[in-house]
């Protein structure tokens, strides 16, 4: 799991039916979670007198914040697609019969963006995510689009659009 939220390119659960335990684990790795408006979430672990095992628990804590999370971890109740969105689990919560063109069409969208700016703001989002001083966070990405401004791409679009203005 935490190669997954390691990874530096968006991670999308969907998130169809049922997400128990380990299926729950699996969509708090990923970087955003959509889920049709029949799926059911839980961290049932705690029934099984376990917990989390693949750092879920963390996870979800800082995601939605602490006493939202320990609400379902300690109880181990399920949840359903609305109150996930409502306590910010989930990210989108569409028709079943839309979910797929909708998760598809989301994932299209960043997938049509040039690689290296979708990298350099993974990294900035994990920085976030450590709770690294903003000011640290800033200079860094800084530095990314400084390392991305002199780019043929970048040099590229600006010509581009320089020459449409002329016109």
Same mark, same amino acid.
């Given at each position: 799991?935490? #190669?997954?939220?390691?990874?530096?390119?968006?991670?999308?659960?969907?998130?169809?039916?049922?997400?128990?335990?380990?299926?729950?684990?699996?969509? &708090? &790795?990923?970087?955003?979670?959509?889920?049709?408006?029949?799926?059911?979430?839980?961290?049932?672990?705690?029934?099984? =007198?376990?917990?989390?095992?693949?750092?879920?628990?963390? #996870?979800?804590?800082?995601?939605?914040?602490?006493? +939202?999370?320990?609400?379902?971890?300690?109880?181990?109740?399920?949840?359903?697609?609305?109150?996930?969105?409502?306590?910010?689990?989930? *990210?989108?919560?569409?028709? =079943?019969?839309?979910? #797929?063109?909708? @998760?598809?069409?989301?994932?299209?969208?960043?997938?049509?963006?040039?690689?290296?700016?979708?990298? &350099?703001?993974?990294?900035?989002?994990?920085?976030? *995510?450590? #709770?690294?001083?903003?000011?640290? %966070?800033?200079?860094?990405?800084?530095?990314? %689009?400084? *390392?991305?401004?002199?780019?043929?791409? =970048?040099?590229?679009? @600006?010509?581009?659009?320089?020459?449409? +203005?002329?016109?």
């Amino acid at each position: 799991m935490s #190669r997954i939220d390691r990874f530096p390119k968006p991670t999308i659960a969907m998130i169809n039916g049922a997400a128990i335990g380990g299926g729950s684990e699996f969509a &708090a &790795a990923c970087r955003f979670r959509m889920a049709s408006n029949r799926a059911r979430m839980g961290f049932v672990q705690i029934g099984m =007198h376990i917990i989390t095992g693949w750092g879920s628990g963390t #996870r979800l804590m800082e995601k939605i914040g602490t006493n +939202k999370a320990l609400s379902l971890l300690l109880t181990g109740e399920m949840f359903e697609a609305g109150e996930g969105a409502e306590i910010g689990f989930l *990210d989108g919560v569409f028709p =079943h019969e839309r979910l #797929r063109s909708e @998760v598809f069409a989301f994932a299209a969208k960043i997938a049509a963006q040039p690689l290296a700016s979708i990298e &350099a703001y993974m990294k900035v989002a994990k920085m976030v *995510d450590a #709770r690294l001083p903003q000011e640290v %966070c800033i200079e860094e990405e800084i530095n990314l %689009c400084s *390392d991305l401004w002199g780019s043929e791409s =970048h040099y590229g679009i @600006v010509q581009k659009f320089l020459q449409k +203005k002329q016109k």
